[in-house]
């Protein structure tokens, strides 16, 4: 893991310029307004993690591109493999907004879900 990392602050709208440096088993953070980016900065030095949004194909020609998005973070570093995932991904039937596309996508332990009804864009509930 990086020894030295500049990043900024995504918790909230500031976007504060952090730097953090590892001296030891001690993390120090500077540039940070609140704690709140301390743990943001720690967080990205050992074990970063991110939602990923993306899309999923479906079998219906209203709407063959659907978007997706993790329920929740994932480790940063599985981000290319679940997007390598989804590209492989088809739905057979029309999704309500939230209900999963796949569960522990990547082997994450966190589940691809759908964002949006595609019951009101395709205007079925059946499979194909
Ligand atoms: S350090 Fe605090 S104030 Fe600055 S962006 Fe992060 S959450 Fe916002």
Do not use: H, Q, W
């Amino acid at each position: 893991m990086a020894e030295r990392l500049e990043t900024i602050c995504i918790v909230c709208p500031n976007g504060c310029r952090l730097t953090a440096v590892r001296k030891g088993n001690v993390i120090e953070v500077s540039g940070n307004k609140c704690p709140r980016g301390i743990t943001y900065a720690e967080a990205e030095m050992t074990a970063p993690k991110r939602s990923f949004t993306g899309t999923v194909a479906s079998v219906f020609k209203e709407m063959p591109v659907v978007p997706v998005r993790t329920a929740g973070e994932v480790d940063k570093a599985k981000i290319l493999e679940i997007a390598a995932r989804t590209r492989e991904i088809l739905l057979t039937r029309a999704y309500a907004a939230g209900e999963v596309a796949e569960e522990n996508v990547c082997g994450t332990g966190v589940a691809l879900i759908v964002t949006t009804d595609m019951r009101k864009v395709t205007g079925r509930t059946e499979e194909l």
